[in-house]
Nanobody
Framework: QVQLVESGGGLVQAGGSLSLSCAAS????????LGWFRQAPGKEREFVAA????????YYADSVKGRFTISRDNAKNTVYLQMSSLKLEDTAVYYC????????????????WGQGTQVTVSS
């Protein structure tokens, strides 16, 4: 059984920074794409970023490009999301997940999901 546990969420002012972590257990994730999604109240879950197993490729939603950075440490089975220049619209629950398909921007490409961590950006 795969478990993904996110951490690092919290309250931050607009323009600030926050770093999320997601630790995986039950699977050696080095071969898998790891992704971050988010879901704001009343909105559908949306893709944020993904990184391939070797970190050779990263993918970002247009809304976070240039502000967010995804990275991973396969030795620690952990993926990170460094968020900067945060905006009010970044407020959401952030989820990490492991992908089983190359369509990394699609939620159905992922098989295991974490429980989520709340990020709240205040004005």
């Amino acid at each position: 059984q795969v478990q993904l546990v996110e951490s690092g969420g919290g309250l931050v002012q607009a323009g600030g920074s926050l770093s999320l972590s997601c630790a995986a257990s039950g699977r050696t994730v080095s071969r898998y794409v790891l992704g971050w999604f988010r879901q704001a109240p009343g909105k559908e879950r949306e893709f944020v970023a993904a990184v391939t197993g070797s970190s050779a490729y990263t993918y970002y939603a247009d809304s976070v490009k240039g502000r967010f950075t995804i990275s991973r440490d396969n030795a620690k089975n952990t993926v990170y999301l460094q968020m900067s220049s945060l905006k009010l619209e970044d407020t959401a629950v952030y989820y990490c997940a492991t992908a089983i398909s190359a369509r990394v921007e699609r939620g159905d490409a992922y098989d295991y999901w974490g429980q989520g961590t709340q990020v709240t950006v205040s004005s």
